[in-house]
């Protein structure tokens, strides 16, 4: 039997509680209605339930749109958590973490953050098949609990914030640009100037 981590379960009771479904019932509320979402596993099956929540709860999901969520990283760990007596590991921990970004105009970075979740199961070596089962099926709820994160945080974000983001982005890459400019310009200037010709005495 699997043992519950109790933040897990915290955090999927709280989502449940406000209506959240992971296929999507209309019931979540996204501020932003236009989003697209890349992955570098862009087949995976995170970035594929990803667009399925949000396409279900009235996002429209495309190439284009104004604002994208980028899943730049996926990771996950697995570590002994309790031995038994003969010195075999008994139990595992698996944690799962998700880092995203989301980017506007010119592909500039807006904002982003990190979800991780984790669980337990049990390593029977007598039946390592079941075992083997059982860790896939921990994952598959692990990947659901990372989404819930993820469509949480979403829902904090409105159009407004983004487009003052935006801004804010726009000013500090034209102030990198300017920056890079004058660095240049200063060095071309410490280049010696070339000699003038040298003039013959006249007879």
Do not use: H, W
């Not at 998700?98 to 979740?117: F, H």
């Amino acid at each position: 039997m699997m043992k519950r981590n109790l933040l897990v379960i915290g955090l999927a009771g709280l989502l449940s509680a406000c209506g959240f479904q992971l296929r999507g019932t209309g019931d979540v509320q996204f501020a932003l209605k236009e989003l697209d979402v890349s992955a570098r596993d862009a087949y995976g099956d995170t970035v594929q339930q990803v667009r399925e929540v949000l396409e279900n709860n009235d996002v429209r999901v495309y190439s284009g749109a104004p604002y994208k969520l980028v899943i730049a990283r996926e990771t996950e760990n697995r570590r002994g958590a309790s031995y038994s007596s003969g010195a075999r590991t008994a139990e595992y921990e698996l944690t799962m973490g998700l880092e995203y970004e989301i980017r506007g105009a010119k592909n500039l970075l807006l904002t982003g953050n990190k979800v991780e979740v984790q669980n337990y199961y049990q390593q029977d070596d007598n039946n390592l098949a079941g075992s083997d089962q059982e860790a896939t099926q921990l994952r598959s709820e692990l990947r659901r609990e990372m989404i819930q994160q993820l469509m949480f945080s979403l829902q904090q974000i409105t159009p407004e914030r983004l487009d003052q983001l935006q801004q804010t982005a726009e000013a500090r890459a034209k102030a990198e640009a300017e920056a890079l400019e004058a660095q240049r310009r200063a060095r071309e200037s410490q280049v010696a100037p070339q000699q003038s010709p040298i003039e013959l005495p006249s007879r």
